[in-house]
Nanobody, 125 residues
Framework: QVQLVESGGGLVQPGGSLRLSCAAS????????IGWFRQAPGKEREGVSC????????YYADSVKGRFTISRDNAKNTVYLQMNSLKPEDTAVYYC??????????????????WGQGTQVTVSS
């Protein structure tokens, strides 16, 4: 069955880096759009980044532009989120999700069909 598993979260100091992984099983990841979302305590879940299924176009929330990079490794059926220059406000549970219906859902959460369980990222000194 379709499954997404995130990993790579942890505790990092401000200014540090982490790379999150989203490993897919049950489907071929490069055929579908993948999005990264995050939810901080007491806040709504928000979109962070998306990679389109059609041409690999990438999208970023303004708050992470220039610091985060989304990429896809088709051989490993995995999508990554490289996070640099991390700030305390990046602290959240990070989720990846996939859309089987929409080529470029960007940050429309209702367009995503399957979600991972999330991985905690904590940025603190």
């Amino acid at each position: 069955q379709v499954q997404l598993v995130e990993s790579g979260g942890g505790l990092v100091q401000p200014g540090g880096s982490l790379r999150l992984s989203c490993a897919a099983s049950g489907f071929t990841l490069d055929y579908y759009a993948i999005g990264w979302f995050r939810q901080a305590p007491g806040k709504e879940r928000e979109g962070v980044s998306c990679i389109s299924s059609s041409d690999g176009s990438t999208y970023y929330a303004d708050s992470v532009k220039g610091r985060f990079t989304i990429s896809r490794d088709n051989a490993k059926n995995t999508v990554y989120l490289q996070m640099n220059s991390l700030k305390p406000e990046d602290t959240a549970v990070y989720y990846c999700a996939t859309s089987f219906q929409v080529v470029t859902p960007v940050f429309l959460q209702y367009e995503y069909d399957y979600w991972g369980q999330g991985t905690q990222v904590t940025v603190s000194s």
